[in-house]
C-alpha cells in the first residue's frame, strides 16, 4: 500500500472512530502527543493532545448527535486533504451560547499532516458563520 494510501485510511479512521462513534479515548491511537492545531476553536492554544479532545468534547457536548462525511479526500506523501460535510443537533450549550435545538449541516476542509502513522498537524477552514447562523447565535 502507497503510503499517500495508509494515510488516507488513517485519517478515514478518525472521522468514523473518532468523530462518528464520539469515541475520543480513540483519539491518542491516531493522532501524536504533541500535535498542533493551527486553527484551533477560540478559547484553545491548539497545542497538544489534550487540548484537541478538550475541543472535541466541547463541541460534542453542544452537537451530541454530530456526524461528519467525507466528501472528498486526496492525499500526497504525508498530507491528506478533505473536504467534509458535518451535521448535528445544537441540544447542548456551545461556549457561553445556550442550547438552540436546531439542526445545523455545514461545510469544512482539514488539511492533515501524518508522521510515523499518527496525525501531527492539521489546518482547517470550516464555514463557522453557516454553523453559528443555524444554531441562531449570529444574523443570517
Known sequence: MKKSDENKALAQRFYNEVMNTHKLADVKSLVATDFIDHNPSPGHTGKGLDDLVAQLNEMLIALPDFH?????????????????????????????????????????????????????????????????????????
Open 68 to 140: 461528519m462525511t467525507v466528501d472528498l479526500m486526496v492525499a500526497e506523501e504525508d498530507t491528506v486533504v478533505s473536504y467534509l460535510t458535518m451535521t448535528g443537533t445544537n441540544t447542548g450549550p456551545f461556549g457561553n451560547m445556550p442550547a438552540s435545538n436546531n439542526p445545523v449541516k455545514f461545510n469544512g476542509v482539514d488539511i492533515v499532516h501524518i508522521k510515523d502513522g499518527k496525525a501531527i498537524e492539521r489546518w482547517g477552514v470550516f464555514d463557522n458563520l453557516s454553523m453559528m447562523t443555524q444554531m441562531g447565535m449570529a444574523g443570517g
